[in-house]
């Protein structure tokens, strides 16, 4: 392969993305995310919507770059928030939300951990043993 060739195939593959730079996962979650869907498995293997958020539930996110986030949770009959900080795992691929300022006063001081994905441009946010009787429990959002 002649030298030319080489650089021209570099060229192609840069502007395809092909050498596209990895964006952190500190980048990808910083913004304002709505949710998208719920789902619960429980412990006995079904699968469902969170009751949490019930018909028409909504839910918001804000991740900012210096490390906060603030939850915004309704349903029909309820509403909830919570905020504080936020610590990224970058190789494992989590998020800890240390609960700051909670709706539910005996909440203050939660120490939430999530599994961290995107998938199609969505984030989804799992939680594994997240109380008695469910299995796991994953958010999926998408950026506003």
């Not at 650089?7 to 990895?22: F, P, R, T, Y």
């Not at 789902?39 to 909504?58: A, H, I, K, T």
């Not at 939850?71 to 609960?99: H, I, K, P, T």
Request: aromatic share 6%; glycine share 12%.
């Amino acid at each position: 392969m002649s030298r030319l060739h080489f650089v021209a195939g570099l060229l192609l593959l840069s502007s395809a993305g092909g050498i596209a730079e990895a964006k952190s996962l500190a980048s990808q979650l910083d913004g304002e995310w709505s949710l998208v869907s719920s789902e619960q498995v429980l412990d006995n293997g079904s699968r469902g919507p969170s009751p949490l958020y019930g018909q028409g539930g909504v839910s918001h996110l804000v991740f900012t770059d210096a490390g906060e986030m603030c939850a915004m949770v309704a349903s029909r009959d309820d509403m909830n928030a919570y905020c504080g900080q936020y610590q990224l795992n970058e190789g494992a691929r989590d998020v800890v939300f240390d609960v700051q300022m909670d709706g539910v006063p005996n909440d203050l001081g939660d120490k939430l951990h999530r599994e961290i994905t995107f998938d199609h441009g969505k984030l989804k946010l799992r939680t594994v043993k997240p109380k008695a009787g469910v299995a796991e429990y994953t958010l999926t959002f998408k950026r506003m």
